[in-house]
């Protein structure tokens, strides 16, 4: 009987989801400046049950030149808008670019999961070292999940319920001449 309590407690403790499992996350979590970034958007689950029928994600100033990949079954819907400050994006300075994007339309069982897909580049004045976050909300046929909490310079968002999926930038790779 003493050996059963403890195994017990041990397979209580395996089956309980790891957090970083229950939120919105990128693939990728690291990334140079000065670089193009894929940002896959991990979606593990559904809204207490229900199925995800939208998610919306807020671009962060510095990744611009953003597109979509497009999901079958869901329609894209793009905000633009101008930048705080002007950017340098293939040899041109861009002002203005896109702000947000929503995928919507389609229906992702909480049984199931799946990615949204971005594609745009990493400015090379963000500091390395820093995190970029992209505050996002799942929306379900009942209810939304809103990760869009972030911390404080200094903070992690591991203290938080519901943190934005963030990247860390590394410092720009440096190309061959």
Wanted: hydrophobic share 35%; net charge positive.
């Amino acid at each position: 009987m003493r050996i059963l309590v403890p195994v017990a407690a041990m397979l209580g403790v395996l089956l309980l989801p790891a957090p970083s499992f229950a939120h919105v996350t990128l693939a990728v979590k690291e990334a140079p400046v000065g670089a193009d970034y894929k940002a896959t958007f991990r979606v593990p689950h559904g809204c207490k049950g229900s199925a995800t029928v939208k998610l919306s994600v807020e671009m962060p100033d510095g990744f611009v030149g953003v597109k979509p990949q497009p999901k079958p079954g869901w329609q894209i819907d793009i905000v633009r808008g101008a930048y705080d400050k002007p950017y340098r994006h293939y040899r041109s300075e861009v002002t203005e670019g896109v702000k947000s994007v929503t995928w919507s339309g389609g229906r992702l069982p909480d049984a199931y999961y799946d990615e949204f897909v971005l594609m745009g580049y990493l400015d090379k004045g963000l500091l390395p070292g820093s995190r970029l976050y992209f505050p996002t909300v799942q929306t379900c046929e009942q209810g939304a999940a809103r990760w869009t909490e972030t911390p404080p310079d200094g903070k992690a968002s591991d203290n938080y319920r519901s943190p934005a999926p963030s990247l860390k930038l590394l410092p720009s790779v440096a190309s061959p001449d």
